[in-house]
């Protein structure tokens, strides 16, 4: 097994099929290229193994040693809201890959492809399994947990390069908490992926913080009993775990 915290000096790049249209947060294009501040070897997420997509094997990535405490994070607490016990495989299209106008050349992007538990999994493959409202509502709360601690987490409804995948990073937020942005298409496709297919909520998913979607989350909030307004901090955080427990 290959350490995770053995630092790798060279680039040598990975075989990934990952996204690499990520802009800045108002969806401009970010120019240039990125050098990552280091890069460590990592095989598991708080303990899952992780494999890659495309093959099924079992191997290690790369990415930057915050990131992937950062990953480490997030996955305890999917694992504490799912309900599916313990996690024991997340399969990823990659981390880091040199590859210019990509979060994943900075080895501070993931993309997350299946996540496997003792007691089922919560897959990303839209274009697999289609709109099976079982596998929707599965696919937005994982998409839920993944928000609250990726400003910039890339849906199904972001475009068809995500049908594959949910893409993370957080160019946006760095190491902090993320915020709401009603600016933000990535986000607003989260909250209204949540709001119809978690929440069960009549809510348009065209990436505009419209009326109706307004309208919708002020429902899920008053059922929910949250009070801090979805721009702020706490209150983005409570819609978004709430999301991931189911509610």
């Given at each position: 097994?290959v350490s995770r915290?053995s630092v ?6 990975l ?5 690499v249209d ?12 990125r050098?990552p ?7 598991t ?13 079992r191997q290690s990535?790369?990415a ?12 305890a ?6 309900g599916?016990g ?5 399969s ?26 003792e ?8 274009d697999?399994w ?11 709360r ?6 609250a601690?990726?400003t ?6 972001y ?6 995948h949910?893409?993370v ?11 709401f ?6 986000q ?5 992926g949540?709001a119809r297919?978690?929440f069960?909520?009549?809510c348009?998913?065209n ?7 307004r ?14 307004p979805?721009?702020?901090v ?14």
């Amino acid at each position: 097994m290959v350490s995770r915290r053995s630092v790798l000096a060279a680039a040598v790049t990975l075989p990934l099929t990952g996204c690499v249209d990520v802009g800045s947060f108002d969806g401009s294009t970010l120019g240039g290229c990125r050098t990552p501040d280091s890069l460590v070897s990592f095989d598991t997420v708080v303990g899952a193994p992780l494999s890659y997509e495309l093959s099924g094997n079992r191997q290690s990535f790369r990415a930057d040693p915050r990131f992937v405490e950062l990953l480490d994070t997030w996955a305890a607490d999917w694992e504490s809201a799912a309900g599916l016990g313990r996690l024991t495989e997340i399969s990823t299209y990659g981390a880091y890959v040199d590859r210019c106008e990509s979060w994943h050349a900075a080895g501070r992007a993931f993309d997350v492809a299946v996540v496997r538990h003792e007691d089922g999994e919560v897959s990303c493959r839209y274009d697999e399994w289609g709109d099976d409202a079982g596998r929707l509502r599965g696919y937005w709360r994982l998409a839920a947990s993944l928000a609250a601690h990726f400003t910039y987490t890339l849906t199904l409804s972001y475009n068809a390069q995500h049908h594959n995948h949910i893409h993370v990073d957080n160019a946006v937020n760095g190491f902090d908490a993320p915020r709401f942005r009603e600016r933000s298409r990535a986000q607003v496709q989260v909250v209204q992926g949540v709001a119809r297919h978690v929440f069960g909520r009549d809510c348009p998913e065209n990436g505009s913080y419209d009326v109706a979607t307004r309208d919708a989350v002020r429902s899920v909030q008053s059922e929910l009993g949250i009070t801090a307004p979805l721009a702020d901090v706490d209150g983005w955080r409570q819609f978004l775990t709430r999301a991931a427990s189911g509610g």
